[in-house]
Antibody, heavy 120, light 107 residues
Framework: EVQLVESGGGLVQPGGSLRLSCAAS????????MDWVRQAPGKAPEWVSY????????SYVDSVKGRFTISRDNAKNSVSLQMNSLRAEDTAVYYC?????????????WGQGTLVTVSS | DIQMTQSPSSLSASVGDRVTITCRASQTISRHLNWYQQKPGKAPQLLIF???GLQGGVPSRFSGIGFGTEFTLTINSLQPDDFATYYCQQTYSTPSTFGQGTKVESK
């Protein structure tokens, strides 16, 4: 069974930093690209960042470029999101999602999410 | 960025009803359209990929159709477990973008 478990969320002040982690199990992690998708309260999901299976291709939504960094450790079956210079508008539930093999932006498995609240 | 617009934003239906949700893209996206179901407090779950492909484990009462800019998700014979919010997502260009959602409520 595919499992994705996020951790690292919490309350942070504007301008602060957080590091989210996602532990994967139940599938061959090395073969799959991974994404982070966030969802602000009462809003639609928003794609945030992508990392290829090898880690050599990375992309971000414009609103987080220069502030967020995605990385992965295939030896530990994990993907991370380092978030710096956080803003109130970054407040959301952050989901780790597995990208389908046939289409990189099709999210066929999701974690339970971790809440990030940016507030003073 | 490609804008995705769903209609209606919400609807009321009864068990056994046929429900149709529409998603329109601001430019052509071929068949690069997915549908997700989300229940309160849970992550979205993939229902339909590439406009009409049924994800494994999803009941056959769910179906999708469309090409270009207009797409439809149909739920035949709505079941109690289907009351949820549904989102479309385009994967034609980066950034991938979602519609605003359609909430299916019990009449």
């Amino acid at each position: 069974e595919v499992q994705l478990v996020e951790s690292g969320g919490g309350l942070v002040q504007p301008g602060g930093s957080l590091r989210l982690s996602c532990a994967a199990s139940g599938f061959n992690f090395n073969n799959y690209a991974m994404d982070w998708v966030r969802q602000a309260p009462g809003k639609a999901p928003e794609w945030v960042s992508y990392i290829s299976s090898s880690g050599d291709t990375i992309s971000y939504v414009d609103s987080v470029k220069g502030r967020f960094t995605i990385s992965r450790d295939n030896a530990k079956n994990s993907v991370s999101l380092q978030m710096n210079s956080l803003r109130a508008e970054d407040t959301a539930v952050y989901y780790c999602a597995r990208a389908g093999l046939a289409a990189a932006d099709t999210f066929d498995s999701w974690g339970q999410g971790t809440l990030v609240t940016v507030s003073s | 960025d490609i804008q995705m617009t769903q209609s209606p934003s919400s609807l009321s239906a009864s068990v056994g009803d046929r429900v149709t949700i529409t998603c329109r893209a601001s430019q052509t996206i071929s068949r690069h359209l997915n549908w997700y179901q989300q229940k309160p407090g849970k992550a979205p779950q993939l229902l339909i990929f590439a406009a009409s492909g049924l994800q494994g484990g999803v009941p056959s009462r769910f179906s999708g159709i469309g090409f270009g800019t207009e797409f439809t998700l149909t739920i035949n014979s709505l079941q109690p477990d289907d009351f949820a919010t549904y989102y479309c997502q385009q994967t034609y260009s980066t950034p991938s973008t979602f519609g605003q959602g359609t909430k299916v409520e019990s009449k």
